[in-house]
């Protein structure tokens, strides 16, 4: 087992580890970062948030994380990032975050473009979503998997994943607090979703643990 550190970036309080919450994982906040302090050889997760990739100029600390995330990237270190994360390493390279046109909720069936050992459990289950945004891929990235959305891909050692693999009940309770988010998802059927969410919490949590044990063992 690689004894190397892992690190989870967070980017918005609201948004922490879920099914990860147990493991030795230790847990920074984005806005309080040395991004020059930060080692290299640790492995990195950056986490989800309500915010936009591309609003640096509301979200000052995003500037930062993602000139971190190029010369992460171009040094191949190890970073994994899940829902904002992602879009946050495709809005950092050459690729592009942006406000899509519809909201994708719910769970989902992947269809894989390319094998991954990482993701083998999830070729024959259903994954979470809950996102606005999307992004325009990296030139060099490798897409994995998708849905009507790019979901997976691969760039060096670095991981993008825009799917929540890390969901709980309390993590989808918090996110739906709010009224704008309630209107946000008018029309869904949420009480079927979170029923999915507590049904499969043993699955989730499965699957997420040994995607992540894959992960730092690469």
């Excluded at 609003?55 to 191949?76: F, M, P």
Aim: with cysteine; glycine share 6%; charged share 25%.
């Amino acid at each position: 087992m690689n004894k190397t550190e892992t690190i989870a970036i967070i980017n918005d309080p609201e948004v922490t580890l879920g099914h990860l919450e147990k493991r030795n994982i230790i847990t920074l906040n984005a806005w309080e970062i040395n991004w020059k302090d930060l080692d290299p050889h640790s492995n990195y997760i950056l986490l989800g948030g309500h915010m936009g990739a591309y609003q640096s100029s509301e979200y000052s600390y995003l500037k930062s994380e993602k000139k971190w995330i190029v010369e992460g990237v171009n040094s191949n270190n190890k970073i994994l990032g899940i829902c904002l994360g992602s879009q946050l390493i495709a809005d950092a390279l050459d690729g592009e975050a942006y406000l899509a046109e519809n909201l994708e909720f719910g769970f989902k069936k992947l269809k894989f473009l390319s094998s991954s050992n990482i993701f083998n459990d999830y070729k024959n289950i259903e994954i979470f979503t809950w996102h606005r945004d999307t992004f325009r891929l990296p030139s060099k990235a490798n897409l994995i998997a998708e849905t009507s959305f790019p979901q997976i891909f691969s760039i060096k050692k670095t991981i993008g994943i825009q799917f929540h693999p890390e969901i709980t009940e309390d993590l989808f309770l918090k996110w739906y607090e709010g009224e704008k988010t309630k209107k946000e998802l008018d029309g869904f059927n949420i009480e079927k979703e979170f029923k999915k969410i507590k049904k499969n919490e043993s699955l989730i949590s499965k699957s997420v643990n040994k995607l992540y044990d894959k992960w730092i063992s690469i």
